[in-house]
C-alpha cells in the first residue's frame, strides 16, 4: 500500500547538516525496503537497502534505520550537500514474491549552501 | 551496475494518436519488467507488471486496452499508449527486475510524454 504519515513533504537544510528524511510503510508484511533519490526529469536512483532482518544499515554518508514494531523507516543524511537536493522517496515489497515496488508520496530535499 | 534504458526519453504527440515506448535491459536479461507512471509532484504509481512470453498484469483501474504492453524478448517490454489524450500526459518510468535472487530492480531514465 501506499506510504502515508510521518514523512514531511519538504525539507530544508543547511549545507553541513544531518537530514532525516521518514517514511511510514503499510504492509507488514513487506521484508525489503529501498531509499530512491529523484533528481527532475530522471529514474529513481538507487540509494540504499535494507531487509527486515536488520534494523540498521550504513552507506557513504547514507543511514536508513528500520522499526518493524511501528512500521517506520528513515533515511538520515550526514553532511547534505547541494548535490543531495532532490525528491526522496522510499519503497517496498516483499522480496520472495518478486513483485513490484510501492512507493512511498515522497519529501522533496532542499539544500542551501 | 545493470543499465536500463528508456526510448524515446520525451515525446510530444497530438490528441488521438498512439505512442509506443521501449524499456530494454542492455546488459542482463529480464524475465519481469514494471511499468511506473508518475504525475508532476506525484509519486511513482505502479501501472502493470510485465512479464516475458505472457500477458501483462494490470493494476486496479489501469486500462489494458489502452495501455498495451508487449514483452516479447527477455530485454525489451513495450508500453504503447493508443488513443493518447491530454491526461495521459505523464512521466513513463520502467524498472527490471534482475537475474540475482535479491530482488534489486534497476530503473530507466524516464520518458516523458505530452499530449497536446
Known amino acids: 500500500g501506499e506510504s502515508v504519515g510521518l514523512h514531511l513533504p519538504t525539507l530544508s537544510v543547511q549545507e553541513g547538516d544531518n537530514s532525516i528524511i521518514n517514511c511510514a510503510y503499510s504492509?507488514?508484511?513487506?521484508?525489503?525496503f529501498i531509499w530512491y533519490k529523484q533528481e527532475s526529469g530522471k529514474g529513481p536512483q538507487f540509494i540504499i537497502d535494507?531487509?527486515?532482518?536488520?534494523d540498521k544499515r550504513q552507506g557513504q554518508r547514507v543511514t536508513v534505520l528500520l522499526n518493524k514494531t511501528v512500521k517506520h523507516l528513515s533515511l538520515q543524511i550526514a553532511a547534505t550537500q547541494p548535490g543531495d537536493s532532490a525528491v526522496y522517496f522510499c519503497?517496498?515489497?516483499?522480496?520472495?514474491?518478486?513483485?513490484?515496488?510501492?512507493f512511498g508520496k515522497g519529501t522533496t530535499l532542499s539544500v542551501s549552501s | 551496475g545493470a543499465v536500463v534504458s528508456q526510448h524515446p526519453s520525451r515525446v510530444i504527440c497530438k490528441s488521438g494518436t498512439s505512442v509506443k515506448i521501449e524499456c530494454r535491459s542492455l546488459d542482463f536479461q529480464a524475465t519481469t519488467m514494471f511499468w511506473y507512471r508518475q504525475f508532476p509532484k506525484q509519486s511513482l504509481m505502479l501501472m502493470a507488471t510485465s512479464n516475458e512470453g505472457s500477458k501483462a498484469t494490470y493494476e486496479q483501474g489501469v486500462e489494458k486496452d489502452k495501455f498495451l504492453i508487449n514483452h516479447a524478448s527477455l530485454t525489451l517490454s513495450t508500453l504503447t499508449v493508443t488513443s493518447a489524450h491530454p491526461e495521459d500526459s505523464s512521466f513513463y518510468i520502467c524498472?527490471?527486475?534482475?537475474?540475482?535472487?535479491?530482488?534489486?530492480?534497476?530503473f530507466g531514465p524516464g520518458t516523458r510524454l505530452t499530449v497536446l
Open positions: 535494507i531487509r527486515s532482518n536488520m
Open positions: 504492509n507488514s508484511a513487506s521484508d525489503y
Open positions: 524498472s527490471a527486475l534482475g537475474e540475482l535472487a535479491d530482488n534489486e530492480q534497476f
Open positions: 519503497a517496498e515489497n516483499m522480496s520472495q514474491a518478486g513483485t513490484a515496488l510501492i
